[in-house]
């Protein structure tokens, strides 16, 4: 998977695009779209998937989300649809993807698949993978970087704040058995969440994946390290046994491919089920998932905490977006 900096990389703007996304409370939902629209490329349909999810201060957070749903509106018109659907299920939104694309696909004119997973949730991002294994689709996919995650006392969530933890095989036709687990952990900065996806899981070894972002000096990775000082710590006193930490560029993302892969196919020989807990960039919660379902698709799964309510501060501010062909290889 490779990263590049402009849309005019990946797809010609004389072909029409269909886009899927999310509006959300983040000013960066609508990042994407406006560097199509600035670009030249025309969007005939739009299909903006609207959470309802529970944002605490109530006010500011749907004061955002509507301004972002009259700024995509303002972008692409009335070729946008706004479709309310449940934010943590798994197979549901796999549905959807596969109506999406089978609408597209019988049209005449094939147009440019772009999905936008930049404020898509977590455990779509991770069925996108699967609908991708799936179909190996031709997709672009887009990621917008905000100025800034929140900080450490924001985002420090605590106890009480999840209303329960899913554990998801990713492949919808798996029921095989399995002897042990592995983990694959992908930090980011929201350490508790990441806390608890583990214990649920019951992993008795893991890969515990660092981004380290192209600015080794960027906030998000103070906010990271202080996080998931934790996990660190577990680590290095023999809590978490068999636990390796892996530290990895955010845009050179072979060595994470090469470890990923080794421990795919060790878990597929040991019998042995890969249990995802991606709370990091999803762009590489995207690219492992995908890589796990390629290896070992009957026993790879997700562990994912579903939050109480959001912080409208999650995010602030918009500053580039990340254009992405997924079968593209680095």
């Not at 029409?16 to 959300?24: K, L, Y």
């Not at 994912?304 to 680095?330: F, H, M, N, R, V």
Request: with cysteine.
């Amino acid at each position: 998977m490779m990263f590049h900096d402009s849309p005019l990389r990946l797809m010609d703007p004389g072909k029409p695009i269909v886009w899927i996304g999310a509006v959300s409370f983040e000013a960066r939902c609508v990042g994407a779209v406006r560097q199509l629209i600035d670009k030249g490329y025309r969007i005939d349909r739009a299909v903006a998937f609207d959470y309802p999810t529970t944002l605490l201060p109530r006010a500011d957070g749907e004061l955002n989300r509507e301004f972002n749903r009259r700024e995509l509106r303002g972008l692409i018109g009335d070729a946008l649809e706004l479709r309310v659907i449940h934010p943590y299920r798994y197979a549901e939104f796999v549905g959807e993807l596969f109506r999406i694309w089978n609408e597209v696909s019988s049209e005449g004119e094939s147009p440019t698949l772009v999905v936008d997973i930049t404020c898509l949730t977590k455990i779509h991002t991770i069925a996108l993978a699967y609908w991708f294994y799936s179909t190996q689709g031709r997709v672009v996919l887009a990621y917008s970087q905000p100025d800034l995650y929140g900080n450490p006392s924001r985002n420090t969530w605590g106890h009480g704040k999840w209303t329960s933890t899913l554990l998801v095989r990713l492949s919808l036709d798996s029921t095989e058995p399995y002897s042990s687990t592995s983990a694959i952990a992908i930090l980011g900065h929201e350490g508790d969440r990441l806390r608890l996806a583990l214990n649920e899981a019951e992993a008795n070894e893991g890969l515990v994946v660092k981004i380290i972002p192209q600015d080794p000096a960027s906030r998000l990775l103070q906010v990271s390290n202080i996080q998931n000082a934790w996990l660190f710590v577990e680590i290095e006193n023999g809590i978490r046994q068999n636990f390796s930490l892996l530290s990895v560029n955010s845009r050179a993302l072979d060595a994470l491919e090469e470890s990923v892969s080794s421990l795919a196919r060790v878990a597929k020989e040991k019998n042995s089920r890969v249990v995802l807990c991606p709370f990091g960039p999803k762009p590489v919660a995207f690219n492992v998932a995908h890589m796990c379902l390629t290896i070992y698709p009957e026993n790879t799964w997700l562990s994912y905490p579903i939050p109480q309510s959001y912080d409208p501060e999650y995010s602030s501010g918009y500053k580039y977006t990340l254009w992405i062909d997924p079968a593209e290889q680095s």
